[in-house]
Structure formats: structure tokens, C-alpha cells
């Protein structure tokens, strides 16, 4: 079975640009979480979807964003980058959960450089 | 809120050393813990977790005893080696607190093994 796979893998783009960062899930996972990881703040959960909706969101401005789709691919988009943006995003698939928690398969992530 | 504190690295030792990375947390739930490894320019592996207090997760070597009187759940391995260098997460999932599959991570201690 296929893993999680991340594109682009790395990117480099100037400030105040925006970017799109996808995620492909393991198949039959509907549920897709965004990290973003940094040396300064570690691993920081950014929003889980599941079946096209926002399910959960942490404390990020509203700059970050995403959208999942309905064969559970997703996109998260950030706007007017900043140099703090810079960071090595991670995507998770995991089976449905309405309670209780399942597994989650990472990415290998995709390394954002703003300039 | 949640929080997971391990301690800070880099942890040095040398082939066959016994191993200890401490890792506490707070939590307002009932949380499963989990430990992750990330390899160079890779993402995150799940390497074992536990879902209820005096649960014992174990893999590859390593294991770790969900202990809920000390919030605590230390990583050990009894003889490591060269590959087990790495980068290693101790993180907590705590779905009955409305959180879907989140997950909070520490701060991540790095391995180095020498040989």
C-alpha cells in the first residue's frame, strides 16, 4: 500500500507570495492532519479534515488554510508568506475516528524556504 | 491545555549503551501517548505508542510504560545501535477532550550513537 506522499518535496518562494502544499493520503484514509515543524517552535498541529471539513484548527493565523477534497486529498495554502514561515510541513493520514484515536502515517513533508 | 515535556538532547552514547529519554505530560483527559522518530530529511515514523495507564508499547527494542501517577512515559532500549540515531517525539493524543486526532508533541530529543 502506498504511503502518505507530499508535494512539492521543497519549495522556495520571496515574501508576500502565497503557496500551496499538497497531500495524498493513504488510501482509504479520510482523516488528514497538518504539522508544521521548526527548530524554534517543534512540531505544531496546524488543522485536521475529515470527510471535506475542518475538524479541528490550532492556534495559526488565519493566513494558514486548507481544504480537503472528496477523495480525501488535501491542500493547505498560505498567504502574504513571511520569513517566519519557513519550515518543514508535515501531512498525516489516519483511518475515520470519531472517538478514540488510530494511527496516524506522516509524509515525508514538504520543506518550505521564504526568502 | 495539553502539553508533553522531554528532555532536551543531544543524547550522545556509544553502541550497545542502555537508554533513557524522559517524557511527562499534562493532560485534562485520558490520553493515548505515543513515541515517534524521525530519521534525516525524513518524516515520522510511529514507533510505539500506549492508550490507557500501565499499558507497556514496545517495538524494535524499545519500550515505553504509560504511567499515570507520574504523567510519565520514559523511552528505554537496553542496547542501542548506530541506526537508532535519529531524532525522537513523545506525544499525546487526547480525543475525549473534543480533539479529534490531534496530536501534542514535545519538544523531540536527538539521538547520536557512536560507534
Known amino acids: 500500500k502506498a504511503g502518505v506522499t507530499q508535494t512539492p518535496r521543497y519549495l522556495i518562494k520571496t515574501r508576500g507570495q502565497q503557496v500551496t502544499l499538497s497531500c495524498s493520503p493513504i488510501s482509504g484514509h479520510r482523516s488528514v492532519s497538518w504539522y508544521q515543524q521548526t527548530p524554534g517552535q517543534g512540531l505544531q498541529f496546524l488543522f485536521e479534515?475529515?470527510?471535506?471539513?475542518?475538524?479541528n484548527k490550532g492556534n495559526f493565523p488565519g493566513r494558514f488554510s486548507g481544504r480537503q477534497f472528496s477523495n480525501s486529498r488535501s491542500e493547505m495554502n498560505v498567504s502574504t508568506l513571511e520569513l517566519g514561515d519557513s519550515a518543514l510541513y508535515l501531512c498525516a493520514s489516519s483511518l475515520v475516528s470519531d472517538r478514540g484515536f488510530y494511527e496516524q502515517y506522516f509524509g515525508p513533508g514538504t520543506r518550505l524556504t521564504v526568502t | 491545555g495539553n502539553s508533553v515535556t522531554q528532555m532536551e538532547g543531544p543524547v550522545t552514547l556509544s553502541e550497545e549503551a542502555f537508554l533513557t529519554i524522559n517524557c511527562t505530560y499534562t493532560?485534562?483527559?485520558?490520553?493515548?501517548l505515543f513515541w515517534y522518530v524521525q530519521y534525516p530529511g525524513e518524516g515520522l515514523q510511529l514507533l510505539l505508542k500506549?492508550?490507557?495507564?500501565?499499558d507497556k508499547g514496545s517495538n524494535k527494542g524499545f519500550e515505553a510504560t504509560y504511567r499515570k501517577e507520574t504523567t510519565s512515559f520514559h523511552l528505554e532500549k537496553g542496547s542501542v545501535q548506530v541506526s537508532d540515531s535519529a531524532v525522537y517525539f513523545c506525544a499525546l493524543s487526547d480525543p475525549g477532550n473534543n480533539a479529534g486526532n490531534m496530536l501534542t508533541f514535545g519538544g523531540g530529543t536527538r539521538l547520536m550513537v557512536k560507534p
Open positions: 479534515y475529515f470527510s471535506e471539513t475542518q475538524r
Open positions: 500506549a492508550t490507557k495507564a500501565d
Open positions: 493532560a485534562t483527559g485520558y490520553p493515548s
